[in-house]
């Protein structure tokens, strides 16, 4: 080949666009395998689709890599996923998915200058700890506790309510923020009390709770005591509505609870959209669990694709991949990112700013089967 031929090839190569460079690689870290895998699985069918589809409309942004990482669920497995993501250079990561990986990862990623999206972590003190590039999209405990107080103090204004919960560090949180909310309405509960996990006999605490004359009851913790303690309300005559948080969102509360589950009230965030159909490609199936959590890990690929944009657009210096530290302060901006879960915004602490967290009501169905399928949250 002639010099001037290799000049022309060597200039050529040096034009090429920036679709042609290495792409902006986006980790995943989530339980791949393991009892929570369904869940990891279904965020990986999410995120999958929405870097395809990013990739797919172009319009001049660099394109995107998902880079998946299999932590099982597991704390341990999640600060090594987070080591090797941060070693190998990955700045942008989805998940981890449970709060206690979250927990385990999120200074690794921070020291890093990483940003981390969690789609799924709830555990409020999270973000208390001055992390500043980690964001969550799930309403937390405590965003849920606060709505849950805020129904109480509207819809038993001046009445007698109970806060229970079951001793563990979720539960007694979840109560603590209804408490808090229902202080500064000015109707504070008249009991606050609680039970380990496990417990079965109920009988000192219901005599409490009739001598109080309680007409509702709020409870911090999960579907088997939960409808323990719904049971034994009924039994002993009181009917004061039981109100939870998504802790019973499970088929064991309908199974142990039966018709005295009747009116239970839970918060939880809304129904997840379903993802459209991959264009150009053919539908995965996908479980119940995969297909509840697969719109987040959408939304959060789009969430750290826009807040890179909108870094770039702010320091045109910064290059084609800004620092993590500027796409983070991006995201803490008060400009919201649209996403499939609608427009997102963060507050200062990384929490999803006006966390959307919905009431519904366990009812039975014509065939005689319990579920949430009511939304008539009115009150008495």
């Known amino acids: 080949m002639k010099q001037s031929h290799v000049l022309i ?18 980790g995943l870290s989530a339980p791949l395998s393991g009892p929570d895998a369904a869940f990891g699985q279904g965020l990986r069918q999410g995120a999958e689709q929405a870097v395809a589809d990013l990739n797919r409309a172009g319009g001049g942004r660099p394109k995107f890599a998902l880079v998946p990482a299999d932590d099982a669920g597991d704390p341990r497995q999640a600060a090594a996923a987070a080591k090797k993501f941060t070693a ?36 409020a003190p999270l973000t208390g700890r001055g992390l500043g590039t980690l964001f969550r999209l799930a309403p937390s405990d405590a965003q849920q506790g606060r709505a849950a107080g805020s129904y109480l103090a509207k819809a038993f204004a001046g009445r007698r309510v109970a806060i229970l919960n079951d001793r563990s560090t979720y539960g007694r949180g979840l109560a603590e923020a209804v408490a808090a909310r229902l202080k500064e309405a000015g109707t504070p509960e008249v009991l606050f009390d609680g039970f380990p ?56 509360f309908a ?5 005295a589950g009747e009116g239970t009230v839970m918060t939880l965030p809304p129904d997840p959209p379903r993802l459209p159909d991959p264009k150009g490609g053919k539908a995965l199936p996908r479980s119940a669990e995969a297909e509840s959590v697969a719109a987040s890990g959408y939304a959060a690929v789009e969430v750290l694709a826009q807040a890179l944009e909108h870094a770039r657009a702010a320091d045109p210096k910064a ?4 620092d993590g530290r500027k796409v983070a ?52």
């Not at 109920?202 to 409490?208: E, I, K």
């Not at 290059?319 to 800004?322: D, E, L, N, V, Y």
């Open 255 to 259: 199974v142990l609870a039966g018709p």
């Open 9 to 26: 090839c060597v200039g050529l190569l040096a034009a090429a666009p920036a679709a042609a460079q290495a792409p902006v690689r986006i």
């Open 197 to 252: 996990r496990g417990t079965h006999d109920l009988s000192d605490l219901v005599a409490r709770l009739k001598a109080a004359r309680v007409e509702a009851v709020y409870f911090g913790g999960l579907a088997p005591e939960a409808a323990t303690l719904v049971r034994a309300l009924r039994e002993a005559a009181i009917g004061a509505p039981l109100v939870a948080s998504d802790g019973i969102l499970d088929p064991a």
């Open 319 to 322: 290059g084609r991949i800004p």
């Open 329 to 380: 302060e991006a995201l803490h901006g008060p400009q919201p990112v649209r996403t499939i879960l609608g427009p997102v915004a963060f507050d200062e602490r990384g929490d999803r700013a006006a966390g959307a967290v919905t009431l519904r009501v366990w009812r039975r169905t014509p065939d005689g089967r319990l579920d949430y399928i009511g939304n008539d949250v009115s009150g008495p």
């Open 88 to 123: 190998d250079g990955v700045r942008f990561v989805v998940g981890p998915f449970g709060s206690a990986a979250v927990a385990a990862a999120a200074s690794v990623y921070e020291e890093a200058g990483a940003v981390l999206v969690a789609p799924g972590a709830t555990y």
